[in-house]
């Protein structure tokens, strides 16, 4: 799959961190971030400009501008913020409520660089930026799938059209989970171990049940029974009973399916006629936590059949 480039505006930025932009008139939809780590122009403030990471959000606290009272004239510091902002920078944030001085307004102005203000420390406010622009612009793709939330698990129900992913989605709403997403599912790649999951935004709270149509799952069954995103632990793949198939009857052995290149638990759940989907699932979910707790049930029923044997042998 190729990689594409995701981004997100400067005013999607402003918005979300809730910043002051000191320059208005700078049209901030037409600029683009493109990459999801920070820049604090250290080495850049003193005049080094070689391996900058121009396409960053360049982010200044308490250090920097103190350096720049400190350490230059305000020639010098009109000729480097003039240098800083040719490189076409995203946008430059002082932190702690910092008010910018005038030189570096009017560079912004020079070359279209917004310059803005946080209320927050430079610690959490670094911290805020990096962890949502790494999900807005994480890698991802889009799967045929339902997802829920079942005490506290992200299940990935998967399988042919037709097969039951809704109606054992709606089971699991009325036993009180949550929807994230019915039909279409996008995946968010965060980090090799975190798989992030929601639903577009023109399917968002629906269900499609096959001979009655579209169901409003918020509107029917309250606020509580739905949820924005949701972190993918387990796979749930339905797939038709086939009697003649070597189903899995004891769980020993860890299955899994790749996304992205993160590999997730997987079970292959074969279904027929008398089979309540819901409760497999929910046991499915509370069986994987067991588990991530340190906890495995078949390997606790082999422990004993093992032990078992042994006292048998012994007598």
């Known amino acids: 799959m190729e990689d594409v480039l995701y981004s997100v505006t400067v005013t999607e930025y402003i918005k979300k961190l809730n910043l002051v932009n000191h320059i208005p ?3 901030t939809d037409m600029i683009l971030i493109t990459d999801p780590d920070v820049n604090r122009p250290a080495l850049q403030l003193a005049g080094f400009f070689e391996h900058f990471d121009s396409a960053r959000v360049q982010i200044c ?3 920097e501008y103190a350096y720049l009272a400190d350490v230059h004239t305000r020639e010098e510091n009109t000729e480097i913020f003039d240098r800083f902002f040719s490189y076409n920078i995203p946008c430059f944030v002082f932190c702690r409520d910092i008010e910018p001085y005038d030189f570096i307004i009017e560079a912004g102005r020079k070359h279209g660089i917004p310059v803005l203000t946080s209320h927050s420390t430079t610690s959490e406010f670094v911290h805020e930026t990096v962890r949502w622009l790494h999900e807005e612009l994480a890698q991802r793709i889009s799967v045929h799938a339902v997802l829920v939330d079942v005490y506290g698990e992200g299940l990935l129900i998967m399988g042919d059209s037709g097969i039951g992913k809704s109606e054992a989605a709606l089971e699991l709403i009325k036993r009180g989970h949550r929807l994230v997403a019915d039909d279409v599912v996008e995946i968010k790649k965060i980090s090799d171990d975190i798989l992030i999951g929601q639903s577009p935004e023109i399917t968002r709270h629906f269900i499609e049940l096959r001979g009655i149509g579209i ?3 918020k509107a029917m069954f309250g606020v509580e029974c739905v949820k924005l995103s949701q972190q993918i632990d387990l796979v749930i793949n339905l797939e038709e009973w086939d009697k003649e198939a070597n189903y899995d009857r004891m769980g020993l052995e860890d299955h899994y399916m790749e996304f992205l290149g993160n590999k997730v638990t997987c079970h ?3 279904v027929r006629p008398g089979r309540n989907l819901a409760i497999i699932v929910e046991s499915a979910a509370v069986n994987h936590r067991q588990k991530k707790m340190g ?3 078949a390997q606790e029923f082999c422990n ?9 042998s012994n007598k």
């Open 25 to 27: 008139e700078i049209n």
């Open 61 to 63: 606290g308490n250090v």
């Open 215 to 217: 169901i409003d799952v």
């Open 268 to 270: 292959s759940i074969p």
């Open 295 to 297: 906890y495995n049930a």
């Open 304 to 312: 004993r059949v093992t032990q078992n044997i042994l006292n048998n």
